[in-house]
């Protein structure tokens, strides 16, 4: 039982904290909604305050009083109802009763349950969430020094419910995955690791992201206190952890946030607003003041309570425009298909969040080209941190579909994103949503026999990794698994037991750490000081080189990107200073899976002008390869 002092116990039950409530401006309404353990007068209990505005009556139904009926009180007009249970505790199952106003009387979990029952059941479970001990303040403080924009993200995309799986199809623990997911993030170089979503959802099939009970950790893996020790150990072991989730829309199911108090509450009025046609759902009113209160303060949650280094926001495209889905809409106020309303709320809850904790990230999951997501509120854009660069991961894929006969006459597709690659701050992604649905794995998406499509897969990874911008890469593509991602099951671990996978799956690690110890792959992502083009145009064959730069003149790589399976003997890359450099990376040694038995250690430059440089070199560049090399001793620069 938390005892809490006189005056935090008021704090449940004031007028201003329904005031802030009622006008938006609520961002840590957790504290006061929902069930809490307190003590009033020297009596212990749990204090429940609900919001159903339309409601009639609404009593509290559990296990501690046989499913019947323990009445609420209104709180005046503010639509708040809120009940003192005397002698109940942790632990306890329950709903809330609710009259609507045709005197139909039906069954919700709470909003602001802390934790749920494992479904197919549906209740709410009384949780404290107080008096776990943190162990990650060095992290902490670091991470609120660290510039994340200069700094190396890749990360780990992971559904926990497929990641592993024990032999009779249970779910791992978030202990177990303590045990076992974090070494091995830590041990292939990941920076960071996301979660698909955490919260409490009613269906395995929807990933996390129809959900039910936002401020409940779901139970498939254990209690809240479990998912806290797991982000403490990340922390211990230099490992950021974000979230991924969904302000967008909710599940449908009668036990969650649909119709809550038996008419519009969390959602639009206007079924052509509400309903998400195409995915089952309904959308959240973002002009609701009390939603912006229920959202702001739930993305204030996880960071607040489970230290989470940063959002995944979901779906956003599906926020901005009245036209996203398939069904009718309505224009705004100026004739136009922008959602007004979700993007001021977008605006005020990335400036929130910004104020309340800087260090967090905030990265938006935005497919189309709205402008200026990226971008500071105070300067016009939505104030994320980063955007997805879905026309990236689109472009790359089509590109390395291609028989590579053809790819000559589609170069555009590898070279089209330097064009616009700095208006936003981007995150590279190869996610869930492409290894699923029919879609293949990553390596079944390559053409040829396993041994180009594993070539093509090294190829594509290399490119992905020195190309501009942070990293995501879904379990299973380092890999290199055959089939596409079933999250019915666990990964194909056992294709480790094969050399190619094994050799794969060392390649990935060599990369992972590539990137982590090279500056120039990481520290200027955001404008093109940090990138150099010196060949865009060889489309013939098929060539791409570049240089990557940090913000010491000394600290580049110069890249040499071939994307047929066609050896080329001579090609010539300029340089910017005279020396000799050395071979940081060849996909296609024996050791990553390909056929070169020894590397070219060393290069000396020629005085032969080529891409507008003084100085260069001649390399050869194998078949499906991407060739890296790094400055050994040169001059002109110390």
């Known amino acids: ?11 449940l039950n004031t007028d201003f904290n329904h005031f802030l409530f009622n006008t938006g401006e609520h961002i840590r309404s957790y504290e006061f909604m929902g069930a809490h353990l307190i003590e009033i007068e020297g009596k ?47 632990g306890i199952v329950y709903k809330y009763k609710i009259k609507r106003y045709d005197g139909v009387i039906f069954l919700k979990s709470d909003p602001y349950a802390f934790y749920s029952e494992l479904r197919p059941h549906t209740a709410s479970i009384v949780k404290n969430l107080e008096g776990f001990k943190w162990a990650d303040g060095t992290w902490r403080g670091k991470s609120k020094r660290k510039d994340t924009f200069t700094a190396p993200m890749n990360i780990y995309e992971v559904h926990l419910g497929s990641w592993k799986k024990h032999w009779d199809g249970g779910f791992f623990t978030f202990e177990e995955y303590i045990n076992e997911l974090i070494p091995y993030v830590k041990d292939m170089g990941y920076t960071h690791i996301e979660l698909l979503p955490v919260m409490e959802h009613p269906l395995d099939d929807s990933w996390g992201y129809q959900i039910t009970g936002y401020y409940s950790v779901t139970s498939r893996f254990g209690e809240p206190e479990e998912l806290m020790a797991f982000i403490n150990e990340c922390h211990k072991q230099d490992i950021a952890v974000i979230l991924d989730w969904v302000p967008a829309h909710f599940c449908r199911d009668s ?52 230290h989470v280094d940063g959002l995944r926001v979901d779906a956003v495209s599906s926020m901005l425009y009245l036209d996203y889905d398939d069904g009718p809409w309505k224009p705004n106020i100026y004739g136009g298909n922008t959602n007004l309303e979700a993007v001021e709320f977008i605006k005020k809850m990335n400036t929130i969040i910004r104020r309340e904790h800087p260090e967090a990230l905030m990265i938006a999951e935005e ?20 955007k997805w660069n879905m ?19 589609h170069h555009n597709l590898i070279t089209f994103s330097f064009m616009y690659v700095f208006n936003e701050r981007y995150i590279l992604p190869m996610s869930h949503d492409e290894v699923v649905h029919g879609k293949n794995s990553l390596v079944n998406k390559m053409p040829g026999d396993e041994k180009m499509k594993f070539q093509g897969l090294r190829t594509l990874m290399a490119y992905m990794m020195c190309h501009p911008g942070k990293k995501v890469n879904f379990m ?36 992972n750490n590539m990137y982590k110890d090279y500056k120039c792959l990481s520290e200027i992502d955001t404008s093109y000081e940090g990138i150099e083009i010196l060949d865009a145009d ?43 450099y050395e071979e940081a990376l060849n996909t296609e040694l024996k050791e990553y899976g390909g056929s070169w038995d020894y590397s070219e250690k060393m290069f000396t430059t020629r005085e032969e002008k080529v891409n507008n440089k003084d100085h260069s070199l001649e390399v050869i560049a194998p078949g499906m390869s991407v060739v890296i090399l790094k400055p050994k001793r040169i001059k002109g620069v110390k």
């Open 1 to 11: 039982m938390a005892k809490l002092k006189d005056d935090k116990t008021k704090v």
């Open 367 to 386: 497919s189309t080209a709205f402008p200026l997501i990226t971008h500071d509120v105070e300067k016009g854009g939505l104030g994320f941190h980063y």
């Open 255 to 306: 036990h969650g946030l649909m119709l809550f108090d038996g008419s519009p509450t969390f959602e639009y009025e206007d079924p052509d607003k509400a309903n998400n046609i195409r995915w089952g759902t309904t959308h959240f009113d973002f002009g609701k003041p009390q939603v912006q209160s229920f959202l702001i303060s739930n993305a204030m949650f996880w960071m607040d309570m489970f």
């Open 538 to 580: 060889n489309k013939d064959e098929s060539l791409f080189t570049f240089i990557r730069k940090g913000k010491n003149p000394r600290d580049f790589l110069v890249i040499i990107c071939n994307f047929t399976p066609v050896q080329r003997d001579h090609v010539k890359v300029g340089v910017p200073f005279e020396g000799i």
């Open 391 to 409: 026309g990236w991961m689109n472009d790359m894929l089509k590109y390395f579909e291609l028989d590579p006969l053809y790819r000559r006459k």
């Open 476 to 511: 299973g593509n380092e890999l290199a698994q055959w089939m596409e991602w079933r999250f019915r099951e666990g990964l194909e671990w056992i294709s480790l037991k094969h050399e190619s996978h094994q050799k794969h799956q060392n390649y990935i690690r060599v990369l």
């Open 44 to 90: 212990t209990g749990v204090q429940f305050t609900v919001w159903a505005p339309h409601a009639l009556n609404v009593w509290v139904s559990g296990d501690f009083n046989e499913w019947g009926s323990f009445e609420m009180f209104p709180q005046g007009t503010t639509g708040i109802w809120t009940a003192f249970v005397e002698g109940i505790g942790e």
